[in-house]
């Protein structure tokens, strides 16, 4: 369903609707953008939607399981109502996404909410998609974002958690000076661990 997701959406699209210039389409900068798994195709997303048994009714064009439940996920969004550019942005983000969706059965509900019913949701984790800012910062540091101590309270939004990922991630934390080499390698085995997960 992971794969499917990140499949459905053509980035590049938004990109060019928002006036941005450059997509960051992966978790880690490690990760190979030009892999497969990250270029947009909406048929292999609907063959994976498929392999999951998520098939598409052709009355309805939405996806439905075995027990006739619909494939139907919510993303929330925060509000800017003091920042009409950034509310723009992200209203215009959050709609093209669920469009993009919508085209491969998914029905995605939007939710906005201001700025303390958002941060509520988010420490709750009550959403099934986020739409939401990050940035790493310079050091390629990505122990808040992606080590499964971070999950459920931190910064880790999808809650993602590996062992693996958490030794490499602690690894490359404690790797300094002269051990360029050995960080690399380490940033190279988490990126092909978070691949395998498309987290």
Known sequence: LRLAIQKSIYKQEIIDAIG????????????????????????????????????????????????????????????????EKQEEVTDLTAQMIASQLSNVGIVVTIETYE????QKKVTERDYDLLLLGQSLGYNLDTYSYWHSSQANSGLNFSNYGNNKADFYIDAIRNTFGDDEDQKQEYLQSLAKTIKEDIP
């Open 20 to 83: 941005y210039d450059l997509a960051i389409d992966t978790p880690l900068l490690e990760l190979d953008q030009e892999d497969w798994l990250y270029q947009a195709n909406q048929e292999e997303a609907m063959g994976a939607l498929y392999d999951e048994g998520w098939l598409l009714d052709e009355e309805t064009g939405l996806r439905m399981n075995d027990k006739g439940e619909v494939l139907s996920l919510s993303l929330i969004r925060q509000s800017f109502t003091n920042n």
């Open 115 to 118: 700025n303390q019913a958002f």
